[in-house]
């Protein structure tokens, strides 16, 4: 998900684009999702932020999906329509630490069969959060709490209507770079991170 509006972000470039750790966000988050096992990769873009299209556009192993740029959950509806109904990863570009163990570990639970039949169960969907407490000790904003805990970002997009709740305490879901304070925190942190790594 790379064409929202990052009007909270006030960078010089789309936020998309901003580089931690000398690179962009987008292609550290493409780095990681290359890593995982998902399958195929596209990048919801959006006339929000036509700079972000043209560079995904020269990537070979992302497919960009054109969304209306008219909010995350419009955007969220085209990207699950372009997927032809198949289940799907979604991963938000601000996510800057991402990496494969943890993309890994989401479709690991989504598609896990709950019932413990030992059959293949369908994918559920799946909300990945973080203790907020936990972005708090980093130095990271927290836009969105519920009940102590902040979304990631990183979500799995089941055909069950149904959502099932991941926590994680992985610093590296904690860290969504929402304000210049975020990029800050995800500077000093990005030498320690690997997008391959577990």
């Known amino acids: 998900m790379c ?3 990052g009007t909270r972000f006030e960078g010089d470039v789309e936020k998309p684009l901003f580089r931690v750790g000398g690179v962009p966000m987008v292609d550290r988050v493409c780095g990681a999702l290359a890593a995982s096992r998902v399958d195929d990769v596209y990048a919801a873009v959006s006339p929000n932020a036509p700079e ?3 560079h995904l556009a020269n990537r070979p192993d992302v497919t960009t999906v054109e969304t209306p740029g008219e909010g995350y959950v419009a955007d969220l509806g085209a990207a699950i329509e372009a ?3 198949e289940p799907v990863l979604t991963a938000a570009a601000d996510l800057p630490l991402l990496a494969a163990g943890p993309v890994d570990r989401a479709v690991e639970v989504a598609t896990s069969d709950p019932a413990g039949a030992g059959g293949e169960g369908t994918t559920h969907s799946l909300t990945v959060v973080v203790p907020a407490a936990l972005k708090a000790q980093l130095g990271a904003s ?3 709490e519920m009940d102590g ?3 990631t970002g990183l979500n799995v997009v089941g055909p069950e209507t149904e959502s099932e709740t991941l ?4 610093a590296r879901l904690a860290v969504n770079v ?3 304070g975020d990029a800050a925190v995800a500077e000093a942190l990005a030498g320690e991170v690997d ?3 577990p």
């Open 178 to 180: 929402n304000r210049p």
């Open 167 to 170: 926590v994680s305490y992985d």
């Open 3 to 5: 064409g929202g509006e």
């Open 142 to 144: 927290v836009d969105t």
């Open 83 to 85: 997927a032809s109904g």
């Open 195 to 197: 997008t391959r790594g």
């Open 52 to 54: 972000t299209r043209t």
């Open 149 to 151: 805990f902040a979304p």
